[in-house]
């Protein structure tokens, strides 16, 4: 993977669908361990928004390529009393080798990598979920085999993680369709940008009928109906999305084998039951620990590790 070495990525759109490809098989090598990795380097992970999965997946991945972690709380950094970006983001790169960032404003990401030297990979923004679609579609390629020609169904808010979907589907030649309530759509620019990867060889799909959407499906998908920052709207939301709930009679209009994922936190209840998420077509804990492998495929690459 010496193609990404030094590169940042700050959305799946920053890849070919060769790159994509090469760090799932590196994922599935560093996860079966027949392959073992050195990269003694230093990660920083600086975070304005909670977590649990990608703070902890990303820890481990370094600490298991012998590399280290400094974990860069903007509460206790002076980044919570107002330093510009441009200002911390000189300053971090002549102590790190690489950071990860998760944010609001995808701009603010943009600024920082523009800043900085070292490589900048997109831990969550309210744009784009890259990493997390890494760990996606190696899920769904550990279950299928392959993953050209399979469909994918996303139901629910039309968010980051729907965005860096279509991007993620499109570049392995996977269909992909969005089911959201009128006026929830993905970002209208990224829709776009995952239809000419596509390019007419697969369908990038938005819809508003969720039961049309599911129908062939082997990947059913959803996150929460209102994501970080937008907990003000989270009751509003509840009326708006009631049909978008993947549940029993939701599943079986797919195909027999399909398999269920959520990138968690999960409401259950809400965009998912508990009776599916604990089912036997859930893969959501496979998916949740993909996340490690993925990320360990994505900094060894970019590190160069050896």
């Given at each position: ?224 109906w209102a994501s970080m920052g ?19 009679p939701l599943l079986s209009l ?30 959501v804990w496979d998916q949740a ?18």
């Open positions: 993977m010496a193609a990404l070495i030094g590169r940042d990525l700050l959305s799946l759109a920053d890849l070919s669908a060769t790159e994509v490809q090469e760090l799932l098989l590196l994922a599935t090598e560093l996860k079966s361990q027949r392959l073992k990795l050195h990269c003694p380097k230093v990660l920083g992970l600086l975070f304005s928004k909670a977590s649990t999965r990608t703070r902890v997946s990303f820890t481990v991945a370094m600490y298991q390529l012998g590399g280290q972690v400094i974990d860069l709380n903007p509460n206790v950094t002076q980044v919570s009393r107002g330093e510009p970006i441009e200002d911390t983001a000189r300053v971090l790169d002549r102590y790190l080798d690489i950071l990860a960032i998760r944010t609001f404003a995808q701009q603010d990401l943009e600024i920082f990598a523009h800043y900085a030297k070292i490589p900048v990979i997109n831990a969550l923004t309210d744009l784009g979920h890259p990493c997390q679609v890494l760990a996606d579609l190696m899920t769904i390629q550990e279950c299928f085999g392959t993953l050209a020609g399979l469909t994918l169904t996303y139901v629910g808010d039309g968010n980051n993680v729907a965005n860096s979907l279509m991007l993620g589907c499109a570049l392995v030649g996977m269909n992909v369709r969005i089911a959201t309530p009128i006026g929830y759509e993905p970002n209208a620019a990224i829709t776009e940008k995952a239809r000419a990867i596509a390019d007419n060889k697969t369908e990038v799909i938005l819809t508003n009928d969720p039961e049309a959407a599911v129908k062939g499906a082997s990947a059913l998908y959803t996150d929460v937008q907990e003000a709207e989270a009751d509003a939301r509840l009326p708006i999305f009631q049909s978008y709930q993947i549940n029993e797919a195909l027999r084998d399909a398999i269920v994922l959520h990138c968690l936190p999960a409401h259950r209840g809400e965009e998912i039951t508990g009776s599916v998420i604990e089912g036997s077509h859930s893969r620990e993909n996340r490690m492998h993925a990320q360990k495929a994505l900094l060894a690459s970019i590190l160069g590790a050896e």
